[in-house]
């Protein structure tokens, strides 16, 4: 099994140890250290039940036992994919008291993506859900089980079936394990999946810790706050900026919302007087689109956090006309790095930019193609490193080739400029993705399963913008033979086992692409030609 490591050199481990962003506390231990301050005050709420910090504990130390006793030993790694319900934060704060390494993945995730993840985190345990959305994930977990032999033990939230059930597992009476190090790794967090499949993200207790920490104190989180799980949680924005463990840090409210859209999260805000959550920019737009006509009172909303793609300025203006609260504009990744527009920033900050980074030795770089630096206030690469971005993808040689510089920045891969102020203004993306309402699709993996279908002879995915999307997926297809239907190739590659945001928005037939004299083009180049064509004919068109 591939060892998990997370490791920063010496002489800035003992930096960020010294200077206070590190200070050794484990994830758990922050549940532990919250359940004895505020042991009454309500941790979560959600559509299966009300705890509090005193109730989430007990529950996750009685999961840890039911967890050992079942067979995982600590160190084991376990997929998660839970949607957001109250029991995701005892499942996996369970997990973080019994050794065992959660592997995050998303409600949306299918056939192809888990088995993924198993395979490159040798993973033997796998916690899902029953049902959510329509869709039965005890039906996944027979087939990956079938795939993937080394998978031992699949536990069900719900009705479980054949499997074991979370509320069924044994008390068990076995101790259990010290907490783990704080500097070693406490869970695998999914990349965007800029280069086909998603990465490995190891995150340490110090690094993570740090980060959810610190963003709580920058958003004004307090035991009074009311935090409002609206995105899937899984993901590193909801999770962590500030997120549930920013609010389980602060000892606030938590409500797991099970959907994001207006009609279920403004009847949640209404119910819990939600004060705090964060959306994508395409559900931003729905929310101020419902705000007229709501018979819900969501008069508590106080900050309304954006991120994950970039928030048009012009739409960034109407949040607080609109829905009567703050906006604070968040930009980041799971890697690490982390900016805030502040909540007490004047307008043209928060409206314009995307904030600035959690801490001052967030280090910064933003080059040319050849890594120069840039002048001042010029578009260029985004690079950084600092006391929570990772330096190494888990089990990946090829992509940490890529992904860092020998000096152990991160090649985040987005084009941003940076104001006299510090604040960074994010321009676009570098690589062969399409950021589609927050979810990063690879262009290339898309391709890949495309090319599997007996009548494309070739195909290439490209990004078009959409006012509703951010960005859309078009894939161009050249025939091999008489052309297929367009229903036709988007259910192959929903029936190839993919989350459904990765099939293509828009499929247009080519009859060639062009080429070099010698037959060879770019597939970059090629995807920004094929992009470039298709807006010019919808702008003559329009």
């Known amino acids: 099994m591939q060892p998990l490591r997370q490791t920063w050199p010496q002489h800035l481990a003992d930096l960020y140890r010294e200077r206070g962003y590190w200070r050794g506390e484990t994830l758990f231990g922050v549940l532990r250290r919250t359940a004895t301050a505020y042991p009454d005050n309500f941790a979560v709420v959600g559509t299966d039940g009300r705890w509090t910090y005193r109730e989430l504990h007990e529950r996750a130390e009685r999961i840890a036992r039911g967890l050992l006793s079942v067979g995982l030993t600590p160190g084991d790694r376990v997929v998660v994919q839970l949607p957001n319900c109250t029991a995701f934060l005892s499942v996996v704060f369970g997990l973080f008291r019994a050794g065992l390494i959660p592997v995050f993945s998303l409600p949306a995730h299918r056939e192809t993506e888990i088995v993924h993840f198993l395979h490159r985190a040798e993973a033997v345990g796998y916690i899902v859900a029953d049902r959510h959305g329509g869709f039965d994930y005890r039906a996944l977990a027979r087939k990956v089980k079938q795939e993937v032999p080394v998978l031992r033990h699949v536990i069900v939230v719900g009705e479980a079936e054949e499997f074991p059930s979370l509320d069924d597992l044994p008390a068990g009476d076995a101790p259990l394990p010290a907490d783990a190090a704080p500097e070693s790794v406490a869970f695998l967090q999914i990349s965007g999946g800029s280069t086909g499949l998603s990465k490995l993200i190891p995150r340490t207790h110090d690094d993570y810790v740090y980060s959810f920490r610190a963003s709580a104190e920058i958003c004004g989180m307090t035991p009074d706050t009311v935090y409002m799980a609206s995105l899937p949680v899984a993901h590193n924005f909801p999770m962590s900026s500030p997120g549930v463990f920013g609010a389980l840090h602060a000892g606030a409210r938590i409500v797991m919302c099970p959907s994001p859209s207006p009609e279920a999260a403004f009847a949640w805000i209404e119910r819990e007087r939600v004060t705090m959550t964060g959306l994508v920019p395409p559900l931003a737009l729905l929310w101020m689109q419902a705000a007229g006509r709501t018979t819900s009172d969501i008069s508590s909303l106080a900050v309304l956090q954006v991120g994950g793609a970039k928030f048009a300025p012009e739409a960034a203006r109407r949040v607080t006309a609109t829905l009567r609260c703050r906006l604070q504009q968040v930009f980041g990744m799971a890697e690490g790095l982390v900016n805030y527009t502040r909540l007490d920033d004047p307008e043209d900050l928060v409206t314009e930019t995307q904030g600035r980074p959690i801490s001052p030795d967030d280090e910064i770089l933003i080059v040319d193609d050849m890594g120069q630096p840039v002048p001042p206030g010029e578009r260029g690469l985004l690079l950084t490193r600092g006391p929570y971005t990772i330096r190494a993808y888990h089990n990946d040689p090829a992509a940490n080739q890529r992904a860092f510089t020998e000096d152990g920045y991160y090649r985040t891969g987005d084009i941003v400029r940076m104001t006299p102020e510090g604040y960074l203004v994010v321009e676009g993306r570098a690589g062969d993705h399409i950021n589609r309402a927050g979810e990063k699709i690879s262009a290339e993996e898309i391709e890949d399963h495309l090319l599997a279908h007996p009548g494309v002879f070739d195909a290439a995915v490209v990004a ?49 692409f062009e080429t070099t004299a010698v037959g060879k083009v770019s597939r970059k180049v090629l995807r920004q030609q094929l992009r470039d064509a298709l807006l010019r004919r919808e702008k003559e068109e329009a």
């Open 464 to 512: 078009i913008p959409d006012p509703y999307l951010g960005e859309r997926s078009c894939a161009f297809v050249i025939p091999d033979g008489p052309k297929p239907g367009i229903a036709e190739l988007k259910a192959f590659v929903r029936g190839r086992g993919l989350a459904e945001f990765k099939v293509p928005d828009q499929v247009v037939f080519a009859e060639s």
